[in-house]
T-cell receptor, first 112, second 111 residues
Framework: NAGVTQTPKFQVLKTGQSMTLQCAQDMNHEYMSWYRQDPGMGLRLIHYSVGAGITDQGEVPNGYNVSRSTTEDFPLRLLSAAPSQTSVYFC???????????FGQGTRLTVV | DAKTTQPTSMDCAEGRAANLPCNHSTISGNEYVYWYRQIHSQGPQYIIHGLKNNETNEMASLIITEDRKSSTLILPHATLRDTAVYYCIVRVLSNDYKLSFGAGTTVTVRA
């Protein structure tokens, strides 16, 4: 059971480049979400999904797009990377009841 | 969701119990208390949750005061691997799923 898998683990982008952070879970969880964590700070919610085809914005959605075409996958897209998006990104999944969230190991993104 | 207040940091001796306090004075009757931790460079890990009764699992115990305005997470025998940031989160168990992480408590377990 792999749980929540994020790829890549590390990425360096130039300002203006685009990329997609991948997140996959094999637990058949309905809920998935993306968080970012800046140095010395707690996690902030970017976008979340309560099921395939349904997404919504979190606390800091600007500059990011998401889609949820399958239960398993929830990719996060940066359309035009900015240095302010340098952060560690975590994907999480949980069941409908939301009792316990499972987090991936994170993607460390640097935008130069 | 109710706001929580935790100490910024605390130290604990290896093998001793670690008691982590959390204040949530504005908690509503249908809000649960959750605890997560984040070991350096890893994703957060669920520890335990409760509504009003004390709870215990293989990782920790959660003590919630009778008025539910505060709680304490207890790590019964802290080890060096318990060094982490611990987050106390209060939220409603509803159909959407959002966790609001504050700054948490940085717990350092010393040998």
């Amino acid at each position: 059971n792999a749980g929540v898998t994020q790829t890549p683990k590390f990425q360096v982008l130039k300002t203006g480049q685009s990329m997609t952070l991948q997140c996959a879970q094999d637990m058949n969880h309905e809920y998935m979400s993306w968080y970012r964590q800046d140095p010395g700070m707690g996690l902030r919610l970017i976008h979340y999904s309560v099921g395939a085809g349904i997404t919504d914005q979190g606390e800091v959605p600007n500059g990011y797009n998401v889609s949820r075409s399958t239960t398993e996958d929830f990719p996060l897209r940066l359309l035009s990377a900015a240095p302010s998006q340098t952060s560690v990104y975590f994907c999480a999944s949980s069941t409908r009841t939301g009792l316990e969230a499972f987090f991936g190991q994170g993607t460390r993104l640097t935008v130069v | 969701d109710a706001k929580t207040t935790q100490p910024t940091s605390m130290d604990c001796a290896e093998g001793r119990a670690a008691n982590l306090p959390c204040n949530h004075s504005t908690i509503s009757g249908n809000e649960y208390v959750y605890w997560y931790r984040q070991i350096h460079s890893q994703g957060p890990q669920y520890i335990i949750h409760g509504l009003k009764n004390n709870e215990t699992n293989e990782m920790a115990s959660l003590i919630i005061t009778e008025d539910r305005k505060s709680s304490t997470l207890i790590l019964p025998h802290a080890t060096l691997r318990d060094t982490a940031v611990y987050y106390c989160i209060v939220r409603v168990l509803s159909n959407d799923y959002k966790l609001s992480f504050g700054a948490g408590t940085t717990v350092t377990v010393r040998a």
